[in-house]
């Protein structure tokens, strides 16, 4: 069979014929054209036009959850549960002034705030935007009662932070809050994504906010939905273990009502961070809803600074927790020994200048070890100008004083460990003999932080190992995937010999439990072991100049150290009258069990 | 210099088929502009002004090529067509699950666009190569492997629409060499048999929209949607329009994909039933215009170079305006010289610049 016909004295006329049948497909097909459009826009239009009158769709962000934060066991440090927010969605606000107007009335909000907000988003953007987070019930009804006068106005429910306590752990855990425009413009962030601004919010943030999802709703004309077209689900959050343990923060926090400072509690044995208090603290509850302008304005001009974290933001003088060092380092360098005594009457005299004791009239005759006990100053004075300067400082540091401990959360501060060669560098002035008795008590230039105050006491509870202190044990997802976890990590150590650290661990114990200084932190049926420490302000001229800071630097139990409780109160005074029974309190939460059957024994 | 136009050939430059194409242009970009009047919406209008551009010089430089040296290249082109999809297919540009487009500079790609003239190019060098005479059997088969390898590349790309034009221009040079009725029949039946194959080739969503045309409303909320959309967005423009600012299907985003394969439905809901026959007359005029000039060329290659980018024409604004109304399944082809897209615009304007070449040397 031929594929193509033929036939004689036709050809020329057969390609027009066949372009001419294919033509007429064209055309025909052009017809059905025609004759859909005028069925679909004429015959169907009016139909159509209605529906299209009604077809309102609105793509809603849905938020995912933010992840959860739990202490060591398993108990929840911060949650979420719904929130109702206001959200306009600035291409439905017909009569944009109107009903600006009457949101304002309705929800007492300033119009000139909800006219600010609009103006930072296209007016035809159909995205929500949202105006008040955390809404109360009362205020949801008042929007649902008078939804008709608010086209473009809508209620959206969203997962916000719930906290155990509006200031509970609020410098650890960190407040959230909507991103500011510099976060925007760095592009990582969208307008009105909540991220976590400090803390372990801030820190692990990329973690905790997981993804939102998103709804496309159809809406009739009144604005209620009709069906869901599509839905993403959002995907929450990861969720963290962290190391604190709830019971010991909210212990530590009660302990510290009414004062301004800090409680730091560590695991000498891995670093871990059990509790890790500042006050006065803030209000995580405010940051979630819409924090006011004014209130936003007194929280950080407030002249106790609640936002700084005390922990690690604030450098304090050490005060006679330094004599540790002292003795440390004499002890190690054989510049002191157990047996070097010295009559205390009070006063030390230096080419004409008078060092006094905290105790007017002095110890009498003290060792080391009770120098130690007693806080002796005037022993240390002479201890101090033995070892020198030098030795002081490398011993400091070798406790991780004057650095960095490592800790995750950002601003920590570094304090400072003087030496001869610092003050050389930093003043041009040679270092005198007055320094080195200034420093040797704690007092001078030396400023640390309770933070490393406590790093600092583990180490001498675990015989050497600076630990990085760690807050975190992992990041894991909700189906239990682990993302991210952290091991315990040694960050240097301190090497003295068996002896010295037998005699600073004797003599801590002695200051707790010999009639010493920080006798107010006894509990029984625990060994604590303990330094007290009373810090002189630097002399500012101003009115809060006077009262002492107050420091209690303790583990427990003595001969196996599984907690290390630091404590400073400022402007609290003395270190054994405030801080050591703010300890106290802490170890008896800790010790709960072992408290209770000691206090029963001795009742019985 | 190839770009030396010759006098007898400007005479005889073709004013209806380039007022037509300039006409649905022109109402494209303003479709374009006025999606979203402001910096999205004249930027991409904007863009789309440089493809023009780009397009018209390169009409210019086609239509003044004489086309039989094309041809001749045919064999040439048809291989560098074939690698270029197979460098896409490898190292092309993942987009919405596809990969079609290849990097160029600033500008992304898509050859399996290119490959439709080829495509053309190589029907009229295949047909009327000496070797060729008479078109039999054997002949017939040369095409289906030469045809058949692209073919199968475009798919899996997966670009369903450029392979689904490509076989009605096939049919469209068949016929018009005169292969007999049967004969097509016998291939028609040929590939009814292997469509059961190509539905295993088919990736799901494609599967899913063949589905949906069957039945619009198996997944209201998924594929269907483009469809119920569309076709609100077009009835509502009625007799009359909506115009810009009242387009409230266009504008409100609820039209997937609008500016590209649904832009006919903004047109439509703009500008109301008159508007829309307006431009299928523009349509019409250029599709009935080119059969002419294959209707009037002796010269065999002309003819079916001619008809291969009229029926190339023809496939692509009538199969896409017929998804777009709802009329045929959606298969994601852009309707020419409107649709927003560089490789596109550049194609059609090219394919024009063919079409042109050959009427213009019709009687040498």
């Known amino acids: 069979m031929e594929v193509v016909a033929r036939r004689p004295g036709e050809r020329k006329d057969a390609w027009s014929r066949r372009v001419l049948a294919l033509t007429a497909v064209a055309s025909i097909g052009f017809l059905f054209l025609v004759g859909q459009l005028w069925y679909l826009q004429v015959l169907e239009g009016g139909k159509l036009q209605e529906l299209s009158e009604r077809n309102r769709i609105r793509i809603r962000p849905v938020a995912a959850p933010r992840g959860v934060l739990f202490d060591r066991n398993g108990l929840a440090l911060v949650d979420n549960r719904p929130a109702f927010t206001l959200s306009f969605i600035p291409r439905e606000l017909e009569d944009r002034s109107s009903v600006l107007a009457r949101v304002s009335v309705l929800l007492k909000i300033p119009y000139s705030e909800l006219e600010e907000m609009l103006a930072r988003v296209p007016a035809d953007s159909l995205r929500p935007v949202r105006v008040r987070r955390g809404l109360s019930l009362e205020d949801v009804a008042k929007v649902e009662e008078r939804k008709l006068e608010l086209p473009g106005v809508i209620v959206e429910v969203e997962p916000q932070r719930v906290y155990p306590t509006s200031s509970f752990a609020a410098h650890l855990l960190g407040y959230v809050r909507e991103v500011n425009d510099e976060q925007i413009k760095q592009g990582r962030y969208r307008r009105g994504d909540l991220i976590g601004q400090t803390g372990l919010e801030r820190l692990l943030d990329e973690y905790l906010r997981g993804q939102d999802g998103g709804e496309r709703i159809e809406v009739d004309a009144l604005g209620r939905p009709v069906q869901v077209m599509q839905r993403a689900e959002p995907n929450p959050g990861a969720q963290v273990v962290t190391t604190v343990d709830r019971r010991v923060q909210e212990a530590a926090e009660r302990a510290m009502a009414g004062h301004a400072g800090s409680v730091v509690v560590l695991d000498p044995r891995n670093g871990d961070v059990l509790a890790m208090t500042s006050s006065p603290a803030f209000d995580l509850d405010r940051f979630t809803g819409n924090l006011e302008r004014e209130d936003w304005l007194r929280l950080i001009q407030d002249p106790k600074y609640p936002l700084l974290n005390r922990a690690l933001q604030s450098q304090y003088a050490p005060g006679s927790i330094y004599k540790v060092i002292v003795a440390a380092a004499g002890l190690q360098e054989g510049s002191l020994t157990p047996m070097d005594r010295t009559y205390c009457n009070g006063q030390f005299h230096m080419g004409g200048w008078t060092f006094k004791d905290w105790k007017a009239g002095g110890h009498g005759h003290v060792d080391l070890r009770a120098a130690l006990v007693h806080s002796c100053n005037i022993f240390f004075y002479q201890a101090g100008l033995r070892v020198g300067p030098s030795a002081m400082a490398r011993y400091a540091k070798a406790f991780g004083l004057g650095g960095a401990t490592g800790i995750d959360l950002s601003g920590e501060k570094l304090g400072l460990v003087p030496s001869p060669e610092w003050k050389r560098q930093r003043f041009g002035r040679p270092w005198q003999a007055g320094d080195t008795v200034n420093t040797s008590i704690g007092q001078g230039q030396v400023l640390v932080t309770p933070l490393q105050v406590a790093r600092m006491m583990a180490a001498i509870a675990n015989g050497g190992i600076l630990w990085k202190p760690r807050l975190i044990q992992r990041v894991e997802r909700v189906d239990g995937a682990v993302l991210y976890s952290e091991q315990s990590a040694m960050t240097g150590h301190v090497d003295l010999s068996p002896a010295v650290w037998a005699f600073l661990r004797g003599a801590l114990w002695g200051a707790v439990n010999e009639g010493g200084t920080g006798g107010a932190a006894r509990v029984a049926g625990l060994d604590i072991a303990g330094k007290t420490g009373t810090a002189q302000r630097i002399a500012k001229s101003d009115s809060r100049r006077g009262e002492d800071h107050a420091w209690f630097a303790s583990f427990a139990p003595a001969h196996d150290p599984q907690v290390v409780v630091v404590v400073l109160v400022e402007g609290g005074g003395k270190g054994g009258q405030v801080a050591a029974p703010i300890a106290r309190q802490v170890y008896q939460s800790i010790f709960l069990e072992r408290v209770a059957v000691a206090e029963i024994r001795s009742g019985g | ?364």
């Open chain 2, 1 to 364: 210099m190839m770009l030396r136009i010759d006098r007898r050939l400007l005479l005889n430059v073709d004013w209806t088929l380039l007022g037509a194409a300039l006409v649905i242009i022109g109402l494209g970009i303003l479709s374009l502009w006025s999606l979203a009047p402001g910096r999205t919406g004249s930027s991409i209008a904007l863009r789309q002004l440089v493809w023009v551009a780009l397009g018209l010089v390169a009409l210019i430089v086609v239509a003044s090529m004489d086309y039989h040296t094309l041809v001749r290249f045919a064999p040439a082109f048809y291989v560098a067509g074939v690698g270029l999809l197979l460098a896409v297919s490898v190292m092309g540009r993942m987009v919405a699950g596809a990969r079609r487009w290849i990097h160029v500079g600033p500008l992304t790609f898509q050859p399996s666009e290119l490959f439709k003239l080829i495509f053309i190019l190589t029907l009229a060098w295949l047909f009327t190569s000496r070797w060729a005479q008479p078109p039999s059997r054997a002949s017939l088969l040369w095409t289906g492997a030469l045809l058949g390898i692209p073919l199968l590349l475009v798919i899996r790309q997966p670009d369903l629409g450029t392979a689904l034009v490509l076989v009605p221009v096939l049919v469209a040079v068949l016929v018009g060499i005169g292969v007999r009725l049967r004969v097509l029949g016998g291939l028609g039946l040929a590939a009814v048999a292997v469509m059961p194959l190509a539905w295993l080739v088919l990736k799901d969503y494609q599967r899913e929209r063949l589905l949906v045309y069957v039945d619009p409303f198996r997944d209201p909320l998924g594929t269907a949607y483009n469809v119920i959309q569309a076709k609100i967005a077009i009835g509502s423009g009625q007799l009359l329009g909506k115009g810009v600012s009242g387009a409230t299907q266009s504008r409100l985003a609820f039209l997937p994909e609008r500016h590209t394969d649904f832009i006919f439905a903004v047109f439509a809901e703009m500008w109301g039933f008159l508007g829309c026959l307006v431009l299928i007359l523009a349509y019409a005029l250029l599709v009935l215009r080119g059969f002419e000039i294959a209707v009037g060329t002796r010269d065999p290659r002309g003819r079916l170079v001619a008809l291969g980018v009229t029926a190339l024409f023809a496939t692509q604004s009538l199969v896409n305006l017929g998804m777009v109304t709802g009329l045929l399944p959606i298969v994601g082809i852009p309707l020419p010289l409107m649709s927003y897209g560089g490789s596109s615009m550049l194609v059609s304007l090219m394919a024009l610049g063919l079409l042109l070449s050959v009427r213009m040397r019709q009687f040498h």
